[in-house]
């Protein structure tokens, strides 16, 4: 009972961070065969200069993450989210030291000092990773942090670090929790919510497509939702700021062919960003997230008997 509790409060917070993606970036594609979570590829053209932008899911399909990773191949560079993920790119582009030879005897270590404290948003975030995990494996689902390759030669960090996150977070007096919470009761008109009773058979049942066949028209929903994240904010706004700083850095460098894979609430704000600077929107495709096939999630009949083998 207590992991169904987790996995419930996992799911509340999952489908708030969700609720004000947009339209134009995420969607569901739905008929009687299957229901499909599905995210846009957007490309926008400058003076010969390609910016994609390319929506992330955090929990989806492996096919999904193998078609990114693929496709991730064809740029000059993937400008990527990740609060702190300048680590990851710093350490893709240290060369392997080389093996020293073992010591006969190693000298005892000198006491290191106690490691500073980590700053409230790498502990928020952290959560909220363990929180998507849970959830990816209760759904049959892969998860973003381990299946896209962010050490490749092609990966450039494009967002704040941990402790500039911190700091324009207290300066403005935001949390991550508290983001979603606002966002949920600032927008217009709110959220299509799941059937608590639905939902709560679903999980009980154990059957995972049954349990995102309830979830993912909120994960899909979207115009309705955007106000909420009108205005300034970490979250949004000074996030997208740096990005757009990295997207023209990269363009200076001589990079003509950009992606940039960061998640698709951000991307209302980005395109017009885009679109001031001198872009022009020409082109969108879709990539299916998640393929939920409804026959197989419906549940069996009363009395019903499985076809023998």
């Known amino acids: 009972m207590a992991r169904r509790t987790r996995l419930a409060s996992a799911l509340t917070l999952i489908l708030l961070t969700a609720a004000a993606q947009a339209e134009n970036f995420i969607r569901v594609d739905e008929d009687d065969s299957a229901a499909r979570l599905q995210t846009a590829i957007t490309r926008y053209q400058k003076d010969g200069n390609h910016v994609d932008l390319i929506g992330a899911v955090?929990?989806?399909d492996k096919a999904y993450y193998e078609a990114l990773n693929e496709r991730f191949k064809s740029y000059d560079a993937v400008l990527f989210e990740m609060i702190g993920g300048e680590k990851l790119a710093a350490a893709a582009a240290e060369p392997a030291a080389p093996e020293e030879p073992a010591a006969l005897e190693e000298p005892a270590a000198p006491e290191e000092p106690a490691a500073p404290e980590e700053p409230a948003a790498k502990q928020d975030l952290s959560g909220l990773h363990k929180m998507y995990d849970m959830v990816a494996k209760f759904l049959n689902l892969s998860g973003q942090m381990d299946s896209i390759h962010y050490k490749a030669p092609n990966f450039v960090h494009a967002?704040?670090?941990?402790?500039?996150?911190?700091?324009m977070q207290k300066e403005r007096g935001e949390s991550v929790l508290g983001f979603a919470l606002n966002a949920s009761k600032e927008a217009p008109e709110p959220a299509k919510q799941p059937d608590p009773t639905k939902l709560l058979a679903a999980m009980l049942s154990g059957r995972s497509d049954l349990v995102k066949l309830e979830i993912i028209h909120t994960l899909g929903q979207g115009d309705d939702q955007i106000a909420a994240f009108a205005g300034e904010s970490v979250i949004i706004s000074d996030r997208n700021q740096r990005c757009m700083e990295v997207i023209q850095r990269e363009v200076t460098a001589g990079k003509k062919n950009l992606g940039v894979f960061y998640g698709a609430a951000h991307f209302p704000d980005l395109e017009k960003r885009l679109l001031d600077a001198g872009y022009k929107r020409i082109q969108q495709n879709w990539l299916t997230a998640w393929d939920i096939p409804?026959?197989?999630?419906?549940?069996?009949a009363a009395g019903e008997k499985k076809d023998a083998a």
């Open 58 to 60: 955090h929990i989806a």
């Open 294 to 300: 409804k026959k197989a999630a419906q549940p069996q």
């Open 159 to 167: 967002d704040l670090t941990y402790e500039e996150f911190s700091r």
